[in-house]
């Protein structure tokens, strides 16, 4: 099969490559000493956020070209399309309206009017567990709640819940289990009272192998510690979009929230599926949350491409991937409460860009969906940034500064603040080896030390950077740093012709999954299997045939 190539897509491709190729020998230190602008020049705010974009590899020729490949790839037209609702989402023959879960103001179509139900809904729960009126089956209030659901159903209220800690309500303590590792629920229900404990089963399809496992075990520790059957719904609510299964599971229909299949479990946070949020942080910073977001689509949607932070983003991860051969992207939050943020932005952009054909089924032979890595600054920087600074790979990163702290401690966050400044200045401007050994000289170190060391100690610098700036993490400005990381992972989509809105690659490795499953319990190892996991499933075997 001829594979797809993206010179096909864009007629500018060769200026686009003369231009990566111009970069040989250019360094972003010399366009700032030739450009006392430059920083204004490529920053772009809105929604409460500052994207700095300019510690990057790109002047006004680069940009230009890339904003018209983002016309080629008639990326307004497909803004347009996804918030209208259109199936871009053409293989599951489905919309992606995750931006209809964040409406404001009134209700105005089919799906905001579900959301508007269900959010109802969800408010009166959270109330009346808040309140203590809703009670466990000893007439307890409820102290903890435990969200039991994997990767959609996971990760984005667990990162939210944690990024929103300086706002928790303290009514309830919110857990998350999500492994089908049963040391995760088996050591949590240690230190949980069964009369007080509310369980969320966060599940799109219902059918998740983790989410099932750690439910019927959750349901077990219920029933093995004095709960009758008929008080379990006072300690069972589900989320998902079969609410059928979730009824056949043993859910009372009335504690079953529904999603819809307009929604893509890595989108869904904003849904029914963010109640740990809710339960944390109540419900109206939950609806902040969603305003935020919601101010990030109406700009993706309305400002112009060139001053339009998700695509902007989006174009510069296509210009580093597709023309200057990275193939990595660095999360640095410098904020320990994002430290969940980039395992998030993993599924985010991971699952929905690690592609290899194109919407119509064509093999690629371009690079799609990067690797996504990171976490919270200043602890990076000792250990992997190391390799950022003099490793031989180069890693476009993304730092995410907050002007203010929400705790007392100032020193503490100008420190913070100016590590993150510091180390996308290191990583710009490098120090080369005259200057390194003027240093070492201006310290007193001796010629031959200074022969020795001078070269180790170089930072070849040109490495490039987004800034990320807010205020505060707030509610608002976190569903706005959300939203502009999906549309970017759209951008790109849009950009490389691929559909970011299923995961087919999911599936393989469940059905064998159920397959090695079945051969432990029946130990019968087909015998066309490849040697290696024949051996590795009896071993298993040998190990438990006891138990
Ligand atoms: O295995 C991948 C996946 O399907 C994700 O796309 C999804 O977020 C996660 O599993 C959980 O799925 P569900 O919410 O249906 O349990």
């Known amino acids: 099969m001829q594979k797809r190539k993206l010179s096909d897509l864009y007629s500018n491709w060769d200026q686009l490559v003369d231009n990566a190729a111009s970069w040989e020998g250019r360094t972003l230190k010399q366009l700032f000493s030739e450009d006392a602008n430059r920083s204004a020049r490529y920053s772009v705010a809105a929604a409460g956020l500052e994207l700095d974009f300019s510690k990057n590899h790109i002047d006004e020729q680069t940009l230009a070209l890339l904003l018209d490949a983002a016309k080629q790839a008639d990326l307004q037209g497909a803004i347009k399309r996804l918030f209208r609702g259109d199936h871009v989402n053409n293989t599951e023959d489905r919309p992606a309206l995750h931006s209809a879960l964040r409406y404001t103001g009134e209700a105005s179509n089919e799906e905001e009017k579900c959301v508007e139900a269900t959010l109802t809904k969800m408010a009166g729960l959270i109330e009346s567990v808040h309140s203590g009126e809703w009670k466990g089956f000893k007439g307890d209030k409820i102290t903890d709640v435990v969200n039991i659901g994997i990767g959609g159903s996971d990760l984005g209220p667990r990162m939210v819940t944690k990024a929103l800690t300086p706002f928790h309500t303290g009514h309830v303590n919110v857990h998350f289990i999500a492994n089908v590792d049963g040391a995760e629920i088996y050591d949590l229900t240690q230190k949980l009272n069964p009369a007080t404990t509310l369980f969320l089963i966060a599940s799109k399809s219902f059918s998740t192998l983790e989410t099932l496992e750690n439910s019927l075990s959750a349901r077990k520790w219920m029933l093995d510690n004095d709960c009758g059957e008929n008080q379990l719904c006072h300690h069972f609510v589900a989320i998902s979009s079969k609410v059928d299964k979730a009824v056949e599971f043993g859910i009372d229909a009335d504690n079953v929230y529904p999603l819809w299949d307009w929604v893509g479990g890595r989108y869904s946070l904003w849904s029914a599926i963010g109640m740990p949020i809710a339960f944390a942080v109540g419900m109206d910073n939950f609806n902040k949350l969603r305003a935020g977001a919601n101010a990030m689509d109406t700009h993706f949607a309305e400002a112009p491409l060139e001053k339009n932070i998700p695509v902007l983003m989006g174009l510069i991860i296509f210009w580093y991937s597709n023309f200057l051969g990275t193939d990595t992207q660095a999360i640095l939050p410098y904020a320990c409460h994002l430290q969940l943020l980039p395992a998030y932005l993993q599924q985010l952009e991971m699952e929905s860009n690690g592609k290899s054909v194109t919407k119509d089924g064509a093999r690629v032979d371009y690079q799609t969906g990067s690797i996504v890595w ?104 976190l569903g706005a740093l959300i939203a502009a990381y999906e549309q970017k992972v759209y951008t790109l989509g849009t950009l490389w012709n691929i559909n970011s809105y299923d995961q087919w690659g999911v599936e393989l490795g469940k059905l064998l999954g159920t397959h090695i499953a079945n051969a432990i319990d029946t130990t019968d190892i087909p015998g066309d299997w490849d040697s290696s996991t024949q051996t590795l499933v009896r071993k298993f075997n040998e190990a438990n045939k006891s138990l």
């Open 374 to 477: 990171g976490s919270e600054g200043t602890n990076g920087q000792h250990s992997f940034h190391q390799l950022l600074h003099q490793g031989t790979t180069m890693v476009p990163t993304d730092f995410i500064a907050t002007l203010q702290a929400h705790h007392p401690i100032d020193h503490q966050h100008k420190y913070l603040f100016a590590n993150c400044v510091a180390q996308s200045q290191a990583l710009m401007s490098g120090r080369d080896l005259e200057t390194t050994e003027a240093e070492l000289r201006a310290n007193g170190v001796s010629e031959e030390e200074i022969q020795k060391l001078a070269e180790h100690k170089v930072h070849p610098g040109n490495h490039p950077s987004n800034t990320i700036l807010m205020d505060k993490l707030t509610p608002e400005t």
